[in-house]
Protein backbone atom coordinates (compact mmCIF):
# COMPACT_ATOMS: atom_id res chain seq x y z
CA UNK A 1 0.00 0.00 0.00
CA UNK A 2 0.64 3.32 -0.83
CA UNK A 3 1.54 6.16 1.63
CA UNK A 4 -0.09 8.93 0.37
CA UNK A 5 -3.34 7.69 -1.94
CA UNK A 6 -5.63 10.23 -3.78
CA UNK A 7 -8.27 9.27 -6.29
CA UNK A 8 -6.47 10.40 -9.07
CA UNK A 9 -10.27 11.30 -10.40
CA UNK A 10 -10.87 13.11 -13.27
CA UNK A 11 -13.37 15.33 -11.68
CA UNK A 12 -15.62 16.95 -13.86
CA UNK A 13 -17.38 19.59 -11.52
CA UNK A 14 -19.17 22.46 -13.23
CA UNK A 15 -18.42 26.30 -12.37
CA UNK A 16 -20.22 27.42 -8.90
CA UNK A 17 -20.45 23.97 -7.58
CA UNK A 18 -18.46 22.43 -4.28
CA UNK A 19 -15.96 19.74 -4.55
CA UNK A 20 -13.91 18.04 -2.14
CA UNK A 21 -10.97 15.62 -2.30
CA UNK A 22 -9.43 13.07 0.23
CA UNK A 23 -6.69 11.92 0.43
CA UNK A 24 -5.54 8.97 3.14
CA UNK A 25 -2.12 7.82 4.40
CA UNK A 26 -1.06 4.66 5.86
CA UNK A 27 2.14 6.06 8.18
CA UNK A 28 0.07 7.44 11.77
CA UNK A 29 3.77 8.75 12.59
CA UNK A 30 2.53 11.75 10.45
CA UNK A 31 4.13 15.41 11.43
CA UNK A 32 2.49 17.80 8.72
CA UNK A 33 0.70 17.97 5.29
CA UNK A 34 0.49 19.99 2.41
CA UNK A 35 -1.56 20.91 -0.36
CA UNK A 36 -0.60 21.24 -3.58
CA UNK A 37 -1.70 22.53 -6.84
CA UNK A 38 -0.55 21.40 -10.49
CA UNK A 39 -1.04 23.11 -13.96
CA UNK A 40 -0.69 20.97 -16.85
CA UNK A 41 3.44 20.90 -17.96
CA UNK A 42 4.31 23.43 -14.82
CA UNK A 43 5.61 22.89 -11.69
CA UNK A 44 3.25 21.93 -8.42
CA UNK A 45 2.89 25.21 -6.09
CA UNK A 46 2.07 25.24 -2.76
CA UNK A 47 -1.88 25.84 -2.11
CA UNK A 48 -2.05 25.26 1.79
CA UNK A 49 -0.42 23.57 4.59
CA UNK A 50 -2.93 21.29 6.76
CA UNK A 51 -3.44 22.13 10.24
CA UNK A 52 -5.01 19.53 12.92
CA UNK A 53 -7.52 22.24 13.68
CA UNK A 54 -8.22 23.06 9.81
CA UNK A 55 -7.59 25.81 8.16
CA UNK A 56 -9.48 28.25 5.25
CA UNK A 57 -7.88 30.23 2.89
CA UNK A 58 -10.76 32.04 0.95
CA UNK A 59 -12.37 29.63 -1.13
CA UNK A 60 -10.51 26.79 -0.13
CA UNK A 61 -10.65 24.67 3.01
CA UNK A 62 -8.43 22.08 4.33
CA UNK A 63 -9.12 19.79 7.32
CA UNK A 64 -6.67 17.00 8.83
CA UNK A 65 -7.95 13.60 10.56
CA UNK A 66 -5.59 12.16 12.07
CA UNK A 67 -8.27 9.25 13.90
CA UNK A 68 -9.32 7.97 10.13
CA UNK A 69 -5.92 8.99 8.88
CA UNK A 70 -6.87 11.44 5.67
CA UNK A 71 -6.96 14.85 4.82
CA UNK A 72 -9.21 16.75 2.88
CA UNK A 73 -9.40 19.78 0.59
CA UNK A 74 -12.60 21.60 -0.01
CA UNK A 75 -13.25 24.27 -2.71
CA UNK A 76 -16.62 26.54 -2.88
CA UNK A 77 -17.76 28.34 -5.84
CA UNK A 78 -15.47 26.59 -7.83
CA UNK A 79 -13.52 28.69 -10.85
CA UNK A 80 -12.99 27.67 -14.33
CA UNK A 81 -9.43 28.74 -13.36
CA UNK A 82 -9.18 25.96 -10.57
CA UNK A 83 -8.47 22.99 -13.02
CA UNK A 84 -5.75 21.72 -11.88
CA UNK A 85 -4.10 18.73 -10.53
CA UNK A 86 -3.96 18.76 -6.78
CA UNK A 87 -1.24 16.85 -4.83
CA UNK A 88 -1.10 15.85 -1.00
CA UNK A 89 1.46 15.79 0.53
CA UNK A 90 2.90 14.46 3.68
CA UNK A 91 6.16 14.70 5.99
CA UNK A 92 6.73 10.96 8.08
CA UNK A 93 9.02 12.20 10.53
CA UNK A 94 11.79 11.73 7.84
CA UNK A 95 12.05 15.29 6.85
CA UNK A 96 11.13 14.54 3.39
CA UNK A 97 7.38 15.15 1.66
CA UNK A 98 5.84 12.01 0.22
CA UNK A 99 3.76 12.50 -2.20
CA UNK A 100 0.50 11.02 -3.38
CA UNK A 101 -0.36 10.71 -7.26
CA UNK A 102 -2.87 13.74 -7.34
CA UNK A 103 -6.29 14.58 -8.04
CA UNK A 104 -7.27 15.70 -11.68
CA UNK A 105 -9.84 18.47 -11.11
CA UNK A 106 -11.68 20.11 -14.56
CA UNK A 107 -13.97 22.76 -13.77
CA UNK A 108 -16.81 22.72 -17.05
CA UNK A 109 -18.14 26.27 -17.63
CA UNK B 1 11.59 37.47 -5.19
CA UNK B 2 13.18 35.42 -7.44
CA UNK B 3 12.06 31.63 -7.71
CA UNK B 4 13.80 28.65 -7.88
CA UNK B 5 15.53 28.30 -11.01
CA UNK B 6 16.35 25.26 -13.09
CA UNK B 7 17.82 24.91 -16.46
CA UNK B 8 17.79 23.68 -19.41
CA UNK B 9 14.01 23.24 -19.24
CA UNK B 10 13.91 20.40 -22.09
CA UNK B 11 16.66 18.26 -23.12
CA UNK B 12 16.69 15.72 -25.69
CA UNK B 13 18.98 12.86 -25.67
CA UNK B 14 19.85 9.60 -26.75
CA UNK B 15 20.20 6.54 -24.35
CA UNK B 16 23.55 5.88 -23.01
CA UNK B 17 24.60 9.57 -23.29
CA UNK B 18 25.12 11.62 -20.27
CA UNK B 19 23.13 14.75 -19.70
CA UNK B 20 23.34 16.84 -16.37
CA UNK B 21 20.82 19.16 -14.82
CA UNK B 22 21.38 22.83 -12.44
CA UNK B 23 19.51 24.26 -10.26
CA UNK B 24 19.58 27.46 -8.35
CA UNK B 25 17.37 27.95 -5.09
CA UNK B 26 15.68 30.25 -3.58
CA UNK B 27 18.32 32.84 -1.89
CA UNK B 28 18.40 31.70 2.08
CA UNK B 29 17.29 27.92 1.62
CA UNK B 30 19.82 25.87 3.11
CA UNK B 31 17.57 22.80 2.12
CA UNK B 32 17.25 21.92 -1.83
CA UNK B 33 15.57 18.64 -3.20
CA UNK B 34 15.88 16.78 -6.31
CA UNK B 35 12.53 14.86 -7.59
CA UNK B 36 11.74 12.68 -10.39
CA UNK B 37 8.51 13.48 -11.53
CA UNK B 38 6.84 10.78 -13.77
CA UNK B 39 3.48 11.26 -15.69
CA UNK B 40 0.81 10.43 -13.88
CA UNK B 41 2.35 11.00 -10.58
CA UNK B 42 3.48 12.72 -8.06
CA UNK B 43 7.02 13.77 -7.28
CA UNK B 44 9.72 11.19 -5.74
CA UNK B 45 12.08 12.35 -4.18
CA UNK B 46 15.97 11.30 -5.09
CA UNK B 47 17.81 13.72 -3.36
CA UNK B 48 17.95 16.16 0.26
CA UNK B 49 20.45 18.27 0.64
CA UNK B 50 21.24 20.78 3.76
CA UNK B 51 23.63 23.06 2.77
CA UNK B 52 26.59 21.25 1.21
CA UNK B 53 25.08 17.49 2.91
CA UNK B 54 23.58 15.12 0.89
CA UNK B 55 21.28 14.06 4.13
CA UNK B 56 18.99 11.74 2.06
CA UNK B 57 19.88 10.33 -1.11
CA UNK B 58 18.94 6.41 -0.39
CA UNK B 59 16.29 6.81 -3.41
CA UNK B 60 18.82 8.02 -5.87
CA UNK B 61 20.29 5.00 -8.12
CA UNK B 62 23.48 5.72 -7.53
CA UNK B 63 24.98 3.64 -10.59
CA UNK B 64 24.19 5.93 -12.87
CA UNK B 65 22.64 9.16 -10.83
CA UNK B 66 25.12 11.41 -9.24
CA UNK B 67 24.37 15.12 -7.46
CA UNK B 68 26.67 17.41 -5.66
CA UNK B 69 26.10 20.83 -3.73
CA UNK B 70 29.30 21.76 -3.52
CA UNK B 71 28.80 25.16 -2.09
CA UNK B 72 25.69 24.59 -0.67
CA UNK B 73 24.34 26.88 -2.92
CA UNK B 74 23.42 25.73 -6.20
CA UNK B 75 22.97 21.78 -7.51
CA UNK B 76 23.70 19.86 -10.11
CA UNK B 77 22.10 16.43 -10.91
CA UNK B 78 23.91 13.93 -13.61
CA UNK B 79 22.91 10.58 -15.64
CA UNK B 80 25.28 8.70 -16.81
CA UNK B 81 24.28 6.84 -18.85
CA UNK B 82 21.19 8.07 -19.77
CA UNK B 83 18.04 4.94 -20.41
CA UNK B 84 15.27 5.25 -22.22
CA UNK B 85 13.21 5.15 -18.60
CA UNK B 86 14.92 7.59 -17.08
CA UNK B 87 12.55 10.23 -19.51
CA UNK B 88 10.52 12.35 -16.83
CA UNK B 89 10.49 15.74 -15.11
CA UNK B 90 13.16 16.46 -13.17
CA UNK B 91 11.96 19.13 -10.54
CA UNK B 92 14.28 20.52 -7.75
CA UNK B 93 12.72 22.36 -5.05
CA UNK B 94 14.05 24.41 -1.68
CA UNK B 95 13.19 25.32 1.58
CA UNK B 96 14.47 27.05 4.89
CA UNK B 97 14.82 24.17 6.92
CA UNK B 98 12.12 21.44 6.58
CA UNK B 99 9.38 24.12 6.01
CA UNK B 100 6.99 24.90 2.76
CA UNK B 101 8.99 23.29 -0.09
CA UNK B 102 8.92 25.89 -3.33
CA UNK B 103 9.54 24.20 -6.75
CA UNK B 104 11.12 25.10 -10.04
CA UNK B 105 10.04 24.74 -13.44
CA UNK B 106 11.16 21.48 -14.18
CA UNK B 107 13.75 20.21 -16.93
CA UNK B 108 11.86 17.60 -18.93
CA UNK B 109 14.15 14.81 -20.14
CA UNK B 110 13.30 12.93 -23.34
CA UNK B 111 15.90 9.66 -23.78
CA UNK B 112 15.14 8.14 -27.00
Known amino acids: RKEVEQDPGPFNVPEGATVAFNCTYSNSASQSFFWYRQDCRKEPKLLMSVYSSGNEDGRFTAQLNRASQYISLLIRDSKLSDSATYLC??????????FGTGTRLTIIP | EAGVVQSPRYKIIEKKQPVAFWCNPI?????LYWYLQNLGQGPELLIRYENEEAVDDSQLPKDRFSAERLKGVDSTLKIQPAELGDSAVYLCASSVGYNEQFFGPGTRLTVL
Open chain 1, 89 to 98: AGNFGNEKLT
Open chain 2, 27 to 31: SGHNT
